[in-house]
């Protein structure tokens, strides 16, 4: 099983990134995928969730109307479309995937937004 994340890196305030995760070794279509972030020193938070379906999403109040999540099951892949971004967003992407008892994690990935 791989989750590998790419995408990050440096930006400025008010830019945008998009990151990406592809998935192997498991069933990717029947998991719910999640985006969580970690910024140096603090608990790592839930940003956005898809379902299995496709159809429903979830985000949370910090990044609601300026991050979309996605998803293309023919490419095994979870994106995350992050626009406006402020500083207080900087941290460690990791995405994830669930179904029932089990998680997946990726290595995460590093996003700056400095000027």
């Known amino acids: 099983v791989q989750l590998v994340e790419s995408g990050g890196g440096l930006v400025q305030p008010g830019g945008s990134l998009r990151l990406s995760c592809a998935a192997s070794?498991?069933?990717?279509?029947?998991?719910?995928m999640r985006w969580y972030r970690q910024p140096t020193g603090k608990e790592r938070e839930q940003v956005a969730v898809?379902?299995?379906?496709?159809?429903?999403?979830n985000y949370a109040d910090s990044v609601k109307g300026r991050f979309t999540i996605s998803r293309d099951n023919a490419k095994n892949t979870v994106y995350l479309q992050m626009n406006s971004l402020k500083p207080e967003d900087t941290a460690v992407y990791y995405c994830?995937?669930?179904?029932?008892?089990?998680?997946?994690w990726g290595q995460g990935t590093q996003v700056t937004v400095s000027s």
């Open positions: 994830n995937a669930y179904r029932f008892w089990t998680d997946y």
């Open positions: 070794g498991f069933t990717f279509s029947s998991y719910t």
């Open positions: 898809i379902f299995s379906g496709g159809g429903t999403t």
